[in-house]
């Protein structure tokens, strides 16, 4: 009981999750797994830092802010700073990168192992002379520019992975439809191996009905027109991209829960990815980071966050359909607070999945069960247990104390927001902020910044009211 | 296979339904049933027509636009007009009504019977004088104006039951919580019979662990402290006004449901209801209207539709849950066009339910059944039937020719826009606009039009790029 009470007061001093670790260090370690890392824990890549360096950056009483080295450049003058979460963990567990991926068409079949590194990609180190795309150098591929940003949580080894390996699968998408992008006049084939269809959509729909019996026109009926004939939805080539992305979190999700059989790769991370391809700036989302663009003064809004609240009716209507899922522990409907065992035949406030408004209903006994949902704002909870719904890893994450997992409530699918890409934007991702552990004097400070800014203005992040000038990098 | 082409061809023609019964009249009569109608058919009681001019709204050769008589006034100074659809149905299959809800205190118990006339409603017949609200003439109840507007298909019989009834479910709602709505400096009691709490929420989170454990303050335990110890979202009044007319439309479903083992209850049709209650506008909105608010010249969309496009990810993951509502003859994923036979084994363009992007997929055989969403635009169908995927009835709804109900993925929840009423709005309400059933050179016309302007100003309608002007009724 005691380890029950005290886990569930550090869950309420803002550790994200109740019995989360915060001792380990590095990309594995959970629950005093044997097994090894995946990578070796760091800081990003781009920063360059020694290990004494990464070291220090975890000191909790000074508390750092990081950023980039005058001599290493990032695209679009790219600013970043970090500063590790005032007590939360031993070390920072959130992570970024920044590359330029050449992607290339494959060469025969598609390769099955997702992080080989089939596609040549460029890193900023060793030389940290920066990533500038060669324009036009490489006649068969495309180059585009990645910026990535895991915010970790219960260990870093989910985001230390997704920081190295989601790029690779990024590229491995991007490969199978690179030709296809290449041919922007051309719609994408419906059909791969087929001529693309120049003709007009919507000609005439075959119903089911017809189609399925054979009637009149029907495929496989002796006087089958081609494809044409048929109505036929066209694709433009930006569909394909954030298909691709889609496809890339999915697989990099895949594979932390394959590997976790060879590596130790602890906890999960949300992902926020925005790739620069063809004059086109796309953003990818699962979790609560936030990627805006600041052009002329003007936040434009490119990603919205993923919480238990923004995501309640997708989880009760998940919870409702495989109530299972729930263990016998927790109620799929909402409350506006615990309802007490009191209160059984009295009416109380709920709200089920296909509600936005609010009803009284008499409460019964399995009303008495927590709420899948519970909290607000940030102390907003799946199942008391984790306060993001999307993001990459958490395969083994239970429930404390008990056998029910959380995974299938979590999706690693990203929304995505794709963007025309005009040279003047002002590109600006941030983590959500998480308040300090505990409430001592010190200012409240944001844990990791990503910023772009374009030469020669000055790089302005905001924290909350407060508005911080960085210097800017180049 | 005759009747199944048939049917088919009648479906591409624009009919909403494959075996829609054009010849029926009135509010049953579905398939012959020999049940007494639920109510008889007419056209919106604010019209105030005869029973001749009812028969000669339905001329399909003259298509008369149907206008409310000078004599007759509606509130906010309601303009209507519609006109028979092109050849579609024997008699216009939409309804609509407007009325004054008065909502008083339930009195004793909640009363059991729905269509229960327990709230005084006064109508606009047959006086025709109209529906003006007594400002505080009833000291107890409140008085709210009701607009609805239903788009009926495949038969006439919900649309009419629903035009007679959702406003007795409103009101029904409505009661239960007048007096907390009345009471608008105090915030809605979360548990009906406690105090209403003052104290400000959040002042402190309990998990999970510790209240189902019974720790220190859980529910049960000996140091349990009073309710408002734990975290307790504030709901706001509107929030139980939302709630109200969910439930409503939830009911008005489940009542037409019963029924029709008693009356002829035919078809299904959307629901657009729109509510102004103490100084609010409410939207409610299951199916593919659509309520506007013009003001001064600008445009303000007050719901958005429900269509198998905007709802394909719904409808495809509630498939992909539960695979045996598609009766082994659809597939839940999505591509552009039919799959052929001759294609089995190449790589087409797709879409699964948590996807916005396209991606290409190895063609399987299951990918070869016919997609769960089909075509684009108006004919876009949930399984090759129905083109609304919300609102009410459609209970016996089957695919043409098999055992597969389409009910289950047809949603009676409707989408809400609570919006501050500024006096001089105009209000405006209309129906999605359906294709004349055969090509002759009658001007396209819309069916049904409800719309509210401000005394004194001219009422405009729409048409698509041509606007219509239609005299100011008063």
């Known amino acids: 009981m005691l380890t029950?009470?005290?886990?569930?007061v550090a869950n309420f001093m803002g550790g994200i999750m109740a019995g989360s670790s915060g001792s380990e260090h590095g990309g594995g370690g959970c629950g005093g797994s044997d097994l090894p890392l995946r990578f070796p824990y760091g800081r990003p890549e781009f920063l360059g830092l020694s290990q004494d360096e990464v070291e220090c950056s975890a000191d909790h009483i000074a508390r750092p802010i990081l950023i980039l080295k005058e001599t290493r450049r990032l695209p679009w003058a790219t600013g970043y700073a970090e500063v590790i979460n005032a007590g939360k963990s031993t070390h920072n567990e959130d992570q970024a990168s920044c590359e330029v991926l050449t992607v290339k068409k494959k060469a025969g079949a598609i390769t099955s192992t997702p992080n080989r590194n089939s596609a040549k990609r460029r890193s900023s180190l060793p030389n940290g002379e920066g990533l500038q795309l060669k324009e036009n150098s490489e006649s068969e591929g495309v180059s585009c520019h990645y910026w990535s940003l895991f915010d970790g949580h219960a260990g870093s080894g989910a985001a230390v992975v997704a920081s190295r390996l989601l790029q690779h699968h990024v590229t491995e998408q991007l490969q199978d439809i690179v030709e296809i992008l290449k041919n922007s006049a051309v719609l994408p084939p419906t059909c791969l191996g087929e001529e693309p269809d120049h003709t007009p959509a919507n000609s005439r729909t075959l119903t089911r009905a017809a189609s399925l019996r054979g009637g009149v026109g029907a495929p496989g009926s002796p006087s089958t027109p081609p494809t044409r004939f048929f109505t036929?939805?066209?694709?433009?080539?930006?569909?394909?991209?954030?298909?691709?992305?889609?496809?890339?979190?999915?697989?990099?999700?895949?594979?932390?829960?394959?590997?976790?059989?060879?590596?130790?790769i602890s906890g999960g991370c949300t992902a926020l990815i925005v790739i620069c391809l063809l004059g086109k700036l796309y953003v990818?989302?699962?979790?609560?980071?936030?990627?805006?663009?600041?052009?002329?003064?003007?936040?434009i809004p490119m990603s919205s966050e993923f919480?238990?609240?923004?995501?309640?009716?997708?989880l009760q209507y998940l919870a409702f359909m495989q109530p299972h899922l729930l263990g016998n522990e927790f109620t799929h409907l909402e409350f506006p607070r615990r309802v007490q065992r009191k209160e059984l035949g009295k009416k109380m406030l709920y709200r089920d999945f296909n509600m936005t408004g609010w009803a009284y209903k008499t409460i019964e006994d399995d009303d008495l069960k927590f709420p899948l949902i519970y909290g607000e704002g940030k102390k907003a909870r799946v199942m008391a247990t984790i306060g993001v719904t999307r993001g990459l890893g958490d395969h083994d994450l239970k429930v404390h104390d008990s056998n029910?997992?959380?995974?299938?409530?979590l999706s690693s699918a990203p929304e995505r927001a794709p963007q025309k890409n005009t040279v003047s934007s002002h590109f600006y991702v941030e983590p959500k902020?998480?308040?300090?552990?505990n409430n001592n004097k010190k200012p409240?400070?944001?844990e990791i910044r990503l910023a772009a800014t374009r030469g020669g203005d000055k790089g302005e992040l905001e924290e909350g009211a407060q508005k911080v000038r960085l210097p800017v990098i180049r």
């Open 4 to 8: 029950r009470v005290k886990s569930a």
């Open 232 to 264: 036929e939805k066209k694709i433009p080539h930006e569909c394909l991209v954030i298909g691709a992305l889609e496809s890339a979190f999915k697989e990099m999700d895949l594979q932390i829960e394959r590997e976790r059989s060879s590596y130790s």
């Open 284 to 299: 990818a989302n699962a979790g609560d980071s936030r990627a805006i663009i600041i052009r002329n003064g003007e936040i």
């Open 307 to 314: 919480t238990p609240e923004t995501e309640r009716q997708r």
């Open 404 to 409: 029910i997992y959380i995974k299938p409530f």
């Open 433 to 437: 902020t998480k308040p300090p552990r």
């Open 444 to 446: 409240k400070r944001k």
